[in-house]
């Protein structure tokens, strides 16, 4: 194989590396690919209550799941003085408190967080299984009017969907009327969803009771919802009980589908489950942060991340050095422009970025000028190279110093900043710029000087973008597109823009 191509599959492994592990960070791990997006977060906490009467006791509580939609970021569990652990039955998760004794009235509190990821949706997982409900006990009357409803909608339906919708309706009405038999009997002490749950199980319609919340702005002291799930034959379909409209309402989030209860206690009465939430709009890097501490998100846990805080400022700023990186290799390949050093202007980005650009621009054009003046005076006395450099070095120095204090007394304290620049490498241009100009003249000094000056200020300029200063440190994976971009450039052996201009007379006629 060619170093051509090589280079263009070495190339194209980089650059298809670094987009795919972005878009797998952004599309899986839910990383936000702009700076200043916001998610919004609920704090849900469910306060359960009842009266212990000198037993054992035990709290079992169904457990939401995340879901697409709605992922869990966060989940603690408050009892003073109860055990507990967690069980998963029939792929359902509850949680189970214990105690072997206590009396009076208890509450044991279950809080988590959930963020929205994208519209309401079913969960993932679809259950298999129809809810089973125990049978009530009606009277003659009533499994009179209950198969008379089941009859009329069966009469009204084409498919178990409609069935369902037409029965809801009919039972609707009859509970609405005044002095019918009515179906809920206040001592089965059931809810619309379970009466209703009755008469699609009689009718041999596959369905089950969907337990959860609506995520408005403020909840407090609310029960949970209660919704219909039927099974048509080839998929799950939520139905409201009450409007026996089709489809998940808007913010719901899905706390039980299926199961006998949402809340089962031994050992007490009078068992109660209220739910509260407000609503936050949390940054959304710190969210998916807090949602991917899980075992499949490996790619942060070995990331940047992982690092104490004061190295993670440190490399924020070293991962913007691959950016000023690709703006030299733009200049000087494309365009053609001659600086002093390869990369030299970079280190002179790094440093305007922390002395804003104009103070920059000014104390760099400061040091040079008195360096290159300075530098002339050493050369008549016949140093080695070493030596004058030193010499120079130390007049940089000692002049950073004196600009230092001058501008604190003046109350310029961004000028407090310049001990960032380079001082080696600045050194090191003065002397560079120095022998060009015993060769070459001034004129090449000034070619050098403004072409190193432009390249900063534009590799400046893309290094303090948010955008890219968001990517940068947050999808360190570019850094291999970048990489792979460079090599490519590496290949480009055509006409520079500024060779337009050379080669201009040769053309004219």
Do not use: C
């Amino acid at each position: 194989m060619s170093s051509r191509a090589q280079v263009y599959l070495l190339a194209l492994v980089f650059i298809a590396s670094g987009i795919g592990l972005t878009l797998y960070k952004h599309f899986s791990l839910n990383f936000p690919l702009s700076p200043g997006s916001l998610t919004r977060v609920w704090e849900v906490e469910a306060k359960i209550t009842f009266w212990a009467t000198q037993h054992a006791i035990t709290v079992d509580l169904a457990l939401p799941q995340s879901q697409d939609a709605y992922p869990i970021i966060d989940e603690t569990f408050t009892a003073s003085g109860y055990g507990f652990d967690i069980r998963k039955v029939e792929e359902q998760r509850r949680a189970i408190w214990t105690r072997r004794e206590a009396n009076g009235q208890q509450t044991l509190y279950y809080k988590l967080k959930i963020a929205r990821q994208g519209p309401s949706s079913l969960p993932s997982a679809a259950l298999k299984v129809a809810q089973i409900p125990d049978k009530l006990i009606w009277t003659p009357a009533q499994e009179v009017t209950a198969n008379t409803l089941i009859t009329q909608a069966h009469a009204l339906s084409a498919d178990p969907s409609s069935f369902a919708s037409q029965l809801l309706k009919l039972l609707n009405e009859h509970e609405s009327v005044e002095g019918s038999h009515s179906l809920n009997d206040p001592r089965h002490g059931v809810s619309h969803a379970n009466l209703a749950l009755q008469l699609l199980t009689r009718a041999g319609v596959g369905s089950h009771i969907v337990r959860g919340i609506s995520l408005a702005n403020r909840v407090h002291n609310e029960a949970a919802s209660e919704l219909l799930e039927v099974y048509d034959g080839r998929h799950w379909q939520i139905i409201d009980p009450v409007t026996a409209t089709f489809g998940l309402p808007v913010d719901f989030f899905i706390w039980q589908r299926g199961g006998d209860s949402l809340l089962e206690i031994e050992g007490g009465r009078g068992s109660k489950i209220r739910f509260s939430l407000i609503s936050n709009d949390l940054p959304a890097k710190n969210v998916a942060l807090m949602h991917a501490q899980e075992p499949n998100s490996a790619l942060v846990d070995f990331n940047i991340y992982s690092l104490p805080v004061e190295k993670q400022a440190v490399f924020k700023l070293l991962l913007l050095v691959p950016i000023g990186a690709l703006v030299v290799v733009l200049f000087r390949v494309f365009i053609g422009i001659r600086t002093s050093g390869t990369f030299m202007p970079v280190l002179i980005a790094m440093a305007f970025m922390q002395t804003t650009l104009l103070t920059g621009v000014g104390l760099l054009t400061t040091l040079v000028i008195v360096g290159l003046w300075i530098r002339s005076y050493l050369s008549q006395l016949d140093l080695l190279m070493v030596s004058r450099i030193a010499a120079v070095l130390i007049v940089v120095v000692m002049l950073m110093a004196v600009l230092s204090v001058v501008s604190y007394k003046l109350g310029l304290e961004q000028m407090l900043n310049m001990t960032f620049f380079p001082m080696v490498i600045l050194a090191w241009t003065i002397e560079r710029l120095s022998i060009t100009w015993e060769e070459d003249g001034p004129r090449e000094v000034a070619i050098q000087g403004l072409g190193s000056l432009t390249v900063a200020i534009v590799a400046y300029m893309a290094m303090t973008n948010a955008l890219i200063g968001h990517l940068s440190y947050n999808f360190p994976e570019l850094l291999l597109a970048i990489l792979g971009i460079i090599l490519l450039l590496g290949q480009y052996s055509g006409y520079r823009l500024n060779e337009l201009f050379r080669f201009n007379s040769a053309i004219e006629p």
